[in-house]
């Protein structure tokens, strides 16, 4: 059972454009959520997280919107460029450690 | 520091044989941990370890072994591959309060 849902599985933006990545979680436990960037061959890479006690946070044009009542969180890409085209992950953590649940992953086209 | 390191890259397996993948870091961090990432599934945690000496499962432990006899090292066995096992697998390593790093990855076929 994904205890992580993600949406959508593939996404294609124009150059410019505003990219948006869903995720959902069931375990009120988890209180920390990062998301990943993981280009191919390569090891997923922290792009930005947050915890439960903000409901944004936001890193040059990466954005994480959080609604912990809907127990949702999203990724914004602003102004997406091709060099954005890679695979996203949204992750949960229990503070308890170390232990990622994944979602299934977005694939993110950025076109010219 | 080369930070998180997984040998070998690639590893070609016939169903039944063992072997070890090897995680290390040189971070100095108190967790590691292993996943391995399938198509459309994501990456699902196998096992992990808060310190030297201590492991716990996750999601998908079977099949799987792992011990952590020093800080810096964190092995996964397969003590009887499966075709099953063909994934990609990646170590991570996190310190108390820093982000996880993950490894390049090991690329595995069971035949």
């Known amino acids: 059972q994904q205890q992580v849902k993600q949406s959508p599985q593939s996404l294609i933006v124009q150059k410019g454009g505003i990219s948006i990545i869903n995720c959902a979680y069931e375990n009120t436990a988890f209180d920390y959520f990062p998301w990943y960037q993981q280009f191919p061959g390569k090891g997923p890479a922290l792009l930005i997280a947050i915890r439960p006690d903000v409901s944004e946070k936001k890193e040059g044009r990466f954005t994480i919107s959080f609604n912990k009542s809907a127990k949702q969180f999203s990724l914004h890409i602003m102004d997406s460029q091709p060099g954005d085209s890679a695979t996203y992950f949204c992750?949960?953590?229990?503070?308890?450690?170390?232990?990622?649940?994944f979602g299934t992953g977005t694939s993110l086209t950025v076109i010219p | 520091n080369a930070g998180v390191t997984q040998t070998p890259k690639f590893q070609v397996l016939k169903t039944g044989q063992s072997m070890t993948l090897q995680c290390a870091q040189d971070?100095?961090?108190?967790?590691m941990s292993w996943y391995r990432q399938d198509p459309g599934m994501g990456l699902r945690l196998i096992h992990y370890?808060?310190?030297?000496?201590?492991?716990d499962q996750g999601e998908v432990p079977n099949g799987y072994n792992v011990s952590r006899s020093t800080t810096e090292d964190f092995p996964l066995r397969l003590l009887s591959a499966a075709p099953s096992q063909t994934s990609v697998y990646f170590c991570a390593s996190q310190g108390w309060d820093t982000e996880a790093f993950f490894g390049q990855g090991t690329r595995l076929t069971v035949v």
């Open positions: 992750a949960a953590s229990p503070h308890t450690g170390n232990q990622f649940y």
């Open positions: 370890s808060v310190g030297a000496g201590i492991t």
């Open positions: 971070m100095n961090h108190e967790y």
